[in-house]
């Protein structure tokens, strides 16, 4: 069973950065899962960020597409998203998610976890 955990998350000014880790506790990478970001906020849709494919492909949300980078650490079996200039609306908990590459899905809300293996989720807030 895959098991992931996000950390990074916390509180930073309009125009800050962060950092998120999103850690397998098992090797993840090129196999048989697609692993994303998603983040929630209370009232709206889950919504899709970022995607690193088995193929090794980046894919990017075309709103974040330039402030928000997608990177990984095979050897830490870790997946990182930096995220800069934030905005008030980037204010969500933030989570990764491995899902089967035969899955073809939309979450309507975070985490789903009939469908993927979710990490706990971590808090981001961006305040004006």
């Known amino acids: 069973q895959i098991r992931l955990a996000e950390s990074g998350g916390g509180s930073v000014p309009v125009g800050g950065s962060l950092k998120l880790s999103c850690t397998s506790a098992?090797?993840?990478?090129?196999?048989?899962?697609?692993l994303r970001w998603y983040r929630q906020t209370p009232g709206r849709q889950c919504e899709w960020l970022s995607t690193i494919r088995t193929s090794g492909g980046y894919l990017y949300r075309s709103s974040v597409k330039g402030r928000f980078t997608l990177s990984r650490d095979d050897s830490k079996n870790t997946m990182y998203l930096q995220m800069n200039d934030l905005q008030p609306d980037d204010t969500a908990v933030y989570y990764c998610?491995?899902?089967?590459?035969?899955?073809?899905?939309?979450?309507?809300?975070?985490?789903?976890?009939?469908?993927?293996?979710w990490g706990q989720g971590t808090q981001v807030t961006v305040s004006s």
């Open positions: 998610v491995a899902v089967h590459t035969t899955l073809e899905v939309t979450f309507r809300n975070c985490p789903d976890t009939a469908n993927g293996y």
């Open positions: 098992g090797p993840i990478f090129g196999g048989a899962y697609n």
